[in-house]
């Protein structure tokens, strides 16, 4: 269900790695039977720390891919990557009844998640991440869990700037 678009942006042409989450037919009772049209789930990153997701509803699944690949486009977010293939730190967050836990992990882990998870990893640029998805398999829910989590993520140089102090002073090791 995954796909690759080069997209462009207004100052740069750089591609974007499309990802195709889950698609939904729906239907509308109305007075004359059923009208049916088609949710999807999107992910887009540039595999470099921008994701972004976002969800579109129309007649056709062409047409609803791409709204739901615009709205991503529109809300990306920046996630600080440690040697750009991991995360700095553990988080855990949740959305509705779905909990996820993320864990960074040494070189050639790879991405071990499921489904609504491994797509946003493979789009965000991480290679190694340990991830788990607890109390639904709704990916709606795992992907608005997996964005407030990721959205927590803070690297060692934005504390140091905070406090005043070197990255050092933070990560050196005490006895």
């Known amino acids: 269900?995954?796909?690759?678009?080069?997209?462009?942006?207004?100052?740069?042409?750089?591609?974007?790695?499309?990802?195709?989450?889950?698609?939904?037919?729906v239907a509308k009772v109305v007075k004359g039977g059923k009208k049916f049209s088609?949710?999807?789930?999107?992910?887009?990153?540039?595999?470099?720390?921008?994701?972004?997701?976002?969800?579109g509803k129309a007649r056709e699944v062409s047409d609803a891919v791409k709204k739901a690949s615009d709205q991503a486009k529109k809300?990306?977010?920046?996630v600080p990557l440690r040697e750009s293939r991991t995360l700095h730190h553990d988080i855990k967050s949740g959305y509705g009844a779905g909990l996820v836990v993320m864990?960074?992990?040494?070189?050639g882990t790879g991405i071990i998640a499921g489904g609504a998870m491994r797509a946003i990893f493979e789009a965000l640029g991480v290679q190694d991440v340990v991830?788990?998805?607890?109390g639904t398999a709704n990916p709606h829910n795992m992907v608005r869990a997996t964005f407030k989590a990721l959205k927590g993520i803070v690297s060692p140089r934005n504390i140091a700037a905070k406090r005043d102090?070197?990255?050092?002073?933070?990560?050196?090791?005490?006895?």
């Open 1 to 25: 269900m995954a796909r690759q678009v080069a997209a462009q942006t207004d100052s740069q042409s750089e591609a974007l790695v499309e990802k195709l989450v889950a698609i939904n037919r």
């Open 38 to 55: 088609f949710a999807a789930l999107v992910v887009v990153g540039d595999s470099r720390g921008h994701v972004g997701f976002g969800a």
């Open 75 to 78: 809300g990306m977010i920046h």
């Open 103 to 107: 864990r960074s992990a040494p070189a």
């Open 131 to 134: 991830s788990k998805c607890v």
């Open 165 to 175: 102090k070197k990255v050092g002073d933070l990560t050196s090791r005490r006895a």
